[in-house]
């Protein structure tokens, strides 16, 4: 439950993605999140109060003047005990209302009344013509300098049948934001490199040779990193998952187009982390064609290439990033970790604590470092990721 305990504020203004701001609204409960709903007047002609009551459990305010409140100051009431303020969808004029400081109603007078310790996070959704709007744009840099943030938003599809920037993010990347605000930025800054999932080294057009990597490790850890604060890239092998919010990711098949993708973007990272399967081998006598049955029975000889290193590749740059590989030991985890740490000549080495973690949602990992190893139990691979974090954030900072 990542958000258990935390009291959030959900506002809705006028458009049509309020129908998420439903779907959001239920994705937060599930989280552990209590959720209170305030609604402009706009926002009841799109969606109803009632719905909102129902998926939260909670009364719903759009009224400044709402005698339900003890004190009739539900503006103070609503957001003294609040940990955020989110606004689903935030419209164009809210922005700007936002930009101003005007308190015309309960909402927007609730955003400037709030304690300056409980955060602000607005999800724009509108036209690309509205969003493109030198006026929106400059309100949108005035919030931004207040130090309310941004959920987005994206580009694509919109409901007036017009494609472009504008377009709000969906419910599900609109809770991983929230999550990721309550973080700590460790990262802050920092520029990081990540590898991640299997490869897939082909015998002929329709073949090949993989292995049970998922990318879960790689991604959630792409994730963590994220949300402490650094601009992510992940070159990914062949995998079902989907790239975390706001993560560059190239997609490779082999190991030397990995290693082509880390080398075209390494330099001016300030941390590079290897947690990517990659093949050992390649088939050196891969075919163009799909190599055919034959009828006598002849089988195909396949003969091996070795591949390169990309962890002992970027690890011998004269400029190098600070390096963090990963080892998946079937036994003797503990002197085969030290020694691979000293081999690729690193300094952190994460080891799975097998028996098997490929594909499989938790893990417990081993840390090598300069003064030997040390635990974390465990966990399901997002929680672990948010630890391993902090343990790479602190040896950077020392490096
Ligand atoms: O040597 P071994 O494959 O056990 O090392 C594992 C570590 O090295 C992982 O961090 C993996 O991503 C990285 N590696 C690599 N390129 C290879 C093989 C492994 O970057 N060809």
New binding site residues.
Partial sequence: MELAGKKIVLGLTGGVACYKAAELARALGRAGASVQVVMTEAATRFITAVTMQALTGNTVYTDQWDARIANNMPHIDLTRDADAIVIVPCSTNFIARLAHGTCDDLLSTLCVARPARVPLMVAPAMNVEMWQNPATQRNVTQIRQDGILLLGPDSGDQACGEVGMGRMLEPEQLLEEIIAAFQPKLMAGRRVLL?AGP?FEPIDPVRGITNLSSGKMGYALARALREAGAEVMLVSGPTALAAPYGVRRIDVQT?QQ??DA?LANVSGQDVF????????WRVANASEHKIKKNADGDLPQLEFAQ????????AALPKRPFC??????SEQLEQHGAA?RA??NIPL??GNLGPQTFGRDDNALMLFDQHGHSELPRADKLTLARQLVREIARRADAS
Wanted: aromatic share 4%.
């Fill in positions: 590898t490869t190991a990995m290693l880390v982390v290897a947690v990517a399967a990659v093949a050992d591949n390169p290193d990309i962890l002992a590749t970027v963090v590989g990963f080892a998946a030991e691979k081999r690729k080495l994460v």
